[in-house]
């Protein structure tokens, strides 16, 4: 987990280090959070990042983001108007932040008082019908008179119209690629319009643009920073099936549209509703379902001490590599057969994960690549 405590005291040195090194080679989100409870902060996580790469068995060493390019990233943000934030700070989503896998820095713009507010996600095909877009844009409508905020993905179909019937209560925009570089590109008046009375989020660095794997990293935010998901319309294959399954990962609500047998674009929502997705017809029923949720309090975990101290001697390391393999292996399974502490299977992975040797997959499985 990340460090959710308050951090308004981050100075602009540590801000600066943790910009260098989530833009470093084979650090996600989790390593990133691993390295900051192994190291303590992040400058020390930079000076030992090629010593634990050659642990893992690195072949060659990654490059790590220089202070420069850092603080060029950084320039390019302020003048485009855009705030990097971390978990814990005001303006990042604050249920964002509780998911295993939140960005270390949240590229943020708009009126971003609109990320503290609750948020309901709605998603959907892009190749919407019309009964689709008109049910997307009045529902969009109602749970923004009732306060909400919607949240989605800027895309063509289901995304847009939500976006564009709750402009007026503000609405917030998760992007695939970096702040400068919108996909589709027809949407980029919509992105200035919401950026009025809303706000557009991005883990993705300026200059980047989105790729096919990027759009399911992206869901993971849209799913983790809202109460629930709604999937209006979605095919078999559809990338808002991706949405809903992370939503139901992180503990949040999944609510689906019934459609018709006939159209293809309802037989993912269809399915969702047999899987036991909350049927939702109207925005009461989303209303009433995350009522009981928000009146509870955030449960923030405290960060453990599962990485700090661990250092696996070479015997303890080759019996953990030894059981991995290119089959998935659950996490606690691994700790088990290893017979070593988790802090110090947890530093091994974490090595190997900085040597680009280690792939993790959903539901706390790793494998080698």
Do not use: W
Request: glycine share 10%; hydrophobic share 45%.
């Amino acid at each position: 987990m990340h460090d959710r405590t308050p951090s308004a005291s981050l100075t602009d040195a540590e801000r600066l280090n943790r910009l260098r090194l989530i833009r470093s080679d084979n650090i996600g989100p989790r390593t990133f959070a691993a390295l900051l409870r192994h190291c303590g902060d992040a400058a020390t996580a930079l000076e030992r990042l090629p010593e634990l790469a050659r642990r893992g068995g690195a072949a060659r060493l990654g490059r790590i983001c220089s202070e420069d390019d850092a603080r060029a990233e950084l320039e390019a943000c302020k003048r485009l108007g855009v705030s990097l934030v971390t978990p814990g700070e005001a303006f990042y989503p604050p249920r964002l932040a509780m998911i295993d896998d939140a960005p270390p820095l949240l590229a943020v713009r708009g009126k971003l008082e609109t990320l503290m507010r609750p948020m309901i996600a709605i998603v959907g095909s892009r190749n919407a019908s019309g009964a689709g877009l008109k049910f997307a844009q009045s529902l969009a409508r109602d749970l923004a008179d009732a306060g909400f905020v919607i949240i989605s993905g800027l895309a063509r179909g289901i995304d847009q119209a939500a976006h564009r019937a709750s402009l007026a209560g503000g609405t917030v925009a998760v992007l695939a690629g970096g702040q400068d570089r919108i996909y589709p590109p027809e949407h980029e008046d919509l992105l200035f319009a919401l950026l009025e009375t809303g706000a557009a989020i991005s883990e993705m660095p300026l200059g980047h643009v989105a790729r096919a794997h990027d759009f399911p990293r992206r869901n993971r935010l849209i799913s983790g920073a809202s109460f629930g998901v709604v999937v209006v319309e979605a095919a078999q294959r559809s990338g808002s099936l991706i949405t809903a399954r992370m939503a139901a990962e992180q503990g949040r609500e999944v609510f689906a549209v019934p459609g018709s047998p006939l159209d293809p674009r309802a037989a993912g929502t269809n399915d969702l509703i047999k899987q036991g997705a909350a049927l939702a017809t109207e925005a009461a029923d989303i209303i009433n379902a995350v009522a009981p949720i928000m009146a509870r309090p955030l449960a923030l975990e405290e960060p453990d001490d599962e990485y700090s101290e661990a250092d696996p001697d070479a015997g303890e390391r080759a019996r953990i590599v030894a059981l991995l393999g290119p089959t998935p292996v659950l996490l606690d399974d691994l700790i088990r057969m290893a017979g070593s502490s988790p802090a110090i299977v947890r530093t091994v992975l974490l090595e190997l994960e900085l040597a680009g040797r280690l792939e993790r997959h959903g539901g706390g499985m790793v494998s080698l690549l």
